[in-house]
């Protein structure tokens, strides 16, 4: 019995976990963000001192059309790391295709990001229940606004 607990132990410890296809960290100035995407398109989210401590507090899954297009832009671009250590900086690790790849690069590195805003672009419904709960105008206060500089 013993033996069997001690097997299946190590089996379990031993069995290969599956990475996530993308994890994108940016830190900035004012703002951190963390972004998981599993190979199956289901994405994970955090913000601000989560992203910091490695936390996720949304998650969502990617339809099948962002899916490939996120693993076809993974798959065409060369983020090319830098050497030294910099403190604004977007933390990029890829696995696809068997293969894992890691880069930190400056915030200014255009495919990172064009990487960030597709994942903002993706998940925005993370956001909608907050945009919907803002008071919107009645038809009264859109007919009354008036245009600058129009006549009266």
């Known amino acids: 019995m013993r033996w069997l607990v001690i097997a299946t132990l190590f089996l379990v410890g031993c069995s290969k976990t599956v990475k996530p296809m993308l994890q994108l960290e940016m830190y900035g100035n004012h703002q951190s963000v963390l972004y998981v995407v599993e190979q199956n398109g289901e994405i994970e989210y955090g913000g601000g001192i ?63 990001v064009e990487l960030f805003y597709f994942l903002e672009e993706s998940t925005i419904s993370r956001i909608k229940k907050h945009l919907d709960a803002l008071p919107k105008p009645s038809m009264d206060v859109i007919s009354d606004r008036k245009i600058k500089g129009s006549k009266n």
Request: no cysteine; charged share 25%; hydrophobic share 30%.
């Open 50 to 112: 989560d992203a910091i401590a490695g936390d996720t507090t949304w998650e969502g899954t990617l339809s099948q059309e962002q899916l490939s297009e996120l693993q076809n832009f993974l798959r065409s671009e060369d983020f090319k790391s830098v050497k030294n250590k910099l403190k604004h900086r977007y933390e990029i690790s890829i696995q696809l295709d068997g293969t894992l790849h890691e880069y930190t690069v400056p915030l200014s590195n255009t495919s990172a």
